[in-house]
């Protein structure tokens, strides 16, 4: 199926673990993001990558370090993780130029213990 | 940057009824305007988009209007069904310079009741 799709779909970690969560896209899109929705439901973009290019980067503490091997997949991992980053991590994907908006992943919820 | 308002956070019709959610946004230059449901679960979904060079377009049920001068953008839900109900958000950006780093608004939570 073309799709975004991320793993894992749910993540239970204890405080100053280190985890990684990955995203791929079949949809041939040029550009990937990660954005974090918290308990109220905001989204919050957190970084963008555009053929493998970092090219947004938000202020977001440097334990939090996105990977890009490829145009079709961008990984993100987390370094020693705070209750605080207890959050719903979503994975997106569009054509440069928002031709046809975002297609979004069905998201990470990270729950840090 | 952007900053995107928008209004009201939760709101319940009665299922027939019309829907309509208000969005302000900060930044002139932004030029495309989505708007995303999300369902309980479920990663948010576009259902409906509009440019700057375009005032109203209208897909089956759902319509959104923008007026530019006032940076104003709503979205219009007629006929509302209970598969209505989820979180809506609004989203501006400007396509050109910035990076397509979309903005969006704190959500609506739509109750749509039988």
């Known amino acids: 199926d073309t799709a975004v799709s991320q793993t894992p779909k749910y993540l239970v970690t204890q405080m100053g673990n280190d985890k990684s969560i990955k995203c791929e896209q079949n949809?041939?899109?040029?550009?990937m993001y990660w954005y974090k929705q918290d308990s109220k439901k905001f989204l919050k973009i957190m970084f963008s990558?555009?053929?493998?290019?970092?090219?947004i980067n938000e202020t977001v503490p440097n334990r939090f370090s996105p990977k890009s091997p490829d145009k079709a997949h961008l990984n993100l991992h987390i370094n020693s993780l705070e209750l605080g980053d207890s959050a719903v991590y979503f994975c997106a994907s569009s054509h440069r130029g928002q031709i046809y908006g975002y297609t979004f992943g069905s998201g990470t919820r990270l729950t840090v213990v | 940057g952007e900053n995107v308002e928008q209004h009201p956070s939760t709101l319940s019709v009665q299922e027939g009824d019309s829907a309509v959610i208000k969005c302000t946004y900060s930044d002139s230059a932004s030029n495309y305007f989505p708007w995303y449901k999300q369902e309980l679960g479920k990663g948010p979904q576009l259902i409906i988009d509009i440019r700057s060079n375009v005032g109203e377009k209208k897909d089956q049920r759902i319509a959104v209007t923008l007026n530019k001068t006032a940076k104003h953008f709503s979205l219009h839900i007629t006929e509302t069904q209970p598969e209505d109900s989820a979180v809506y958000f609004c989203?501006?950006?400007?396509?050109?310079?910035?990076?397509?780093?979309?903005?969006f608004g704190p959500g609506t939570s739509l109750s749509v009741i039988p």
């Open positions: 990558y555009n053929n493998k290019e970092l090219i």
């Open positions: 989203a501006a950006t400007d396509v050109e310079t910035s990076y397509d780093k979309v903005i």
């Open positions: 949809l041939g899109h040029d550009t």
